[in-house]
C-alpha cells in the first residue's frame, strides 16, 4: 500500500459535523495538544506477531486471524473430545461469555524452557501448543490443546473477564487482560474495575490500572475493559478502550531477559488519555451512553473504533487527535475487520451495529446494519438493514465480527456477518449471511434455528488448496461447520449437558489446525476436532 494513504475527513465526517469533541489528558493533566516521543506504525496484519497462534481476539491488528493454520477434512465430521475441562462461578457468572474467545499459542522453545509456572512435562515439549482461557469465573486456565492436560496453575484474578486477553506479539510471556464485570457479580456495580498484566514466566502480576470508582476524566462512571488490547512492539505501549469512553495508551516500560527468563514492567505505567463526546452520546439512552466494547483495529499510526452510541471514529494515535468521526446510529459493538485493496490502493472496514431501544425507542423491533465503510475517509460505501428484536437485557443486530473471505480462496469476494435475534414471524432466530463485498448483495443465508441472542462470531478455516470452511457456535449448543462458499452444511455437534439441557455458546471459538476451542456458559471447555 501507498505510504501516502492518510485518512482525512471528508464534508460528511468531519469530527464538527458529526458535533464530536475530544479531550486529551497526560499524566493526570489536560492538554491542549500531544506528540507521541516514539511514534506508533503498526505494520500489516500479518506481520503484527511472529507467533504461531491467535493471540488476540481475532488473532492481530486487522482483526482478520481467528484461525491459525490450514485444515484436513477428509469425513465431513466433527469430533468432540472427551476431556471435560470445566471452571467455576463468581456469583451468578460462569463459564464464557460474549466474546470470551480463548488464546492458542505455540511457544518458542527457549521461552518455554524459562516458564517456571508450566509444568515439566511441557518445558521441553517441542510441539507443545497452549490454550489459554480467561473466563467469567475470575480465573485464567491453560490447557494443552492435544490432550486437554492442564499445563500449569490457574492464574486467580478474582474478577469476571468478559473479553478476549491479549499475548505479547513481540512472544514475550506476558498476558493483558481487562475485567469485565464485578468480583461479586454484581451487573451493576463498576467499583474496583481493573485492566491487569501478567507474568507468563511464575504467573505473577506485572501491572495494573483502573480506578477504586471511576476515571474522573470519563463521562461515563462504567469501567469494564473488554476490549482485546492491542501492543505497539516497536514503541513498546499498550493500546486500551475502555467502556467508559476512555482511549488508554501507555508506555510500558517491559523487558524481557530471555536468558535469565525474567519479565518486569512498570507496575503503574504513565497513561495517555483520549476522550470524546457529542450531542448523540449524551442524547443516548436516560443517563448517556459513551464507551468502547469492541477491539480496535490499528492501520499504521491510526485507531478505529464504533462506540456504545454508534460513533465511528479514527484517531491518529501519535498526536491522540480525531481524524474524522461519523454516527452510525446506534450501538456498535462489533470489532471492525479491516481490508486493504492493494489493486486499488483502498482502505475498507467491515462493520455493523445492533438495535438498541435505549438509544433508539422504536419499540420492542427495529433495524439493525451491517456496514462497509472506507476506512480512509469514514464514509459509508453500503448498508444492508436486518430486522431484530430488543429487550432490557439484551439487543439484536450484528455484534459478532464478521469473515472477510481470504483472496485465493473459494471464500474471497464474500463478507460474512452473524445477524442475532433476527425477527422471524413472531419469533426470533440467528443467521449468517454471506454479502458481496463490494455491493453488499446477499450470495447465501444459513439459518441457525435459534430463538434469542446468539452472538459467537463466525470463524473461518481453509484447506491447503483453498477451499474455505466456516465454524459458527450458537446458543442451542450446536457447533456447526458449513461450506463458505455456499452456506451449506457440512457438519454439526449438539453439546448438552448431564440433563441434557443445551450448552449455550455466546463465546467465540479459536481455532488451531483442525482443533475448535470454545468454552460454554455452563462453566465447560470444549476441544472439538474437524475430522
Known sequence: MSDELVPHATENTEPSKVGVTYEIMVDNAKVES?????????????EYTALEGVINFRGNNYR?????????????????????????????????????QPLIVKWPAETRAKMTSLKEEFRSKDDFVEVIYATLDGRIYFMELSSGK????????????????????????????????QADGDANSSDDMYFRAYSLIDNKLLMKFGASSSDP??????????SSALIDAKTDTLIEPGENGVLYTMKLNSNYNAEAGTVTMDSEPKIVKYNYTSEHNKNADSKGRWGMENSAVGWRNYLFFTDNAGILQCVDL???????ANNLVDDS???????????????????????????????????????KIDALTGEI??????EVASNQYVDGGVLASPVLGREGTNMEGLIIYNVTAAVKGDSTTSYLVALDKETGDEKWRYDMAVDGW??????????????GYIVQCDKAGDVVLLDGSTGTEVAKVTLTDSDDKAHNFEATPAIYGNTIVVASRKAEIFFIEIK
Not at 486493504?340 to 435505549?358: A, P
Not at 446468539?454 to 477451499?467: A, F
Open 454 to 467: 446468539s452472538p459467537s462470531s463466525p470463524v473461518p478455516v481453509y484447506t491447503e488448496d483453498g477451499k
Open 381 to 386: 460505501l453500503w448498508t444492508e438493514e436486518y
Open 318 to 324: 501519535n498526536t491522540m487527535s480525531l481524524i474524522y
Open 64 to 100: 482478520n486471524a481467528p484461525s491459525w493454520g490450514t485444515v484436513s477434512i477428509s469425513e465431513n465430521k466433527l469430533e468432540v473430545k472427551d476431556y471435560d475441562k470445566k471452571t467455576s462461578y463468581i456469583g451468578t457468572w460462569g463459564g464464557a461469555a460474549w466474546t470470551g
Open 217 to 226: 476524566f470519563a463521562h461515563r462512571n462504567w469501567q469494564a475493559y473488554d
Open 150 to 181: 492442564k499445563t500449569r496453575d490457574f492464574i486467580d484474578i478474582g474478577a469476571p473477564t468478559k473479553g478476549t486477553p491479549t499475548l505479547d506479539p513481540r512472544g514475550w510471556p506476558i498476558i493483558y487482560v481487562g475485567q469485565g464485570l
Open 34 to 46: 500531544y506528540t507521541r516521543p516514539e511514534p506508533i506504525s503498526f505494520g500489516t496484519g500479518a
Open 333 to 371: 459493538d462489533v470489532s471492525m475487520v479491516l481490508e486493504e485493496d492493494i489493486t486499488n490502493q483502498k482502505v475498507y472496514l467491515y462493520t455493523g451495529c445492533e438495535y438498541d431501544e435505549l438509544v433508539r425507542d422504536l419499540g420492542s423491533t427495529g433495524p439493525a446494519y451491517a456496514r
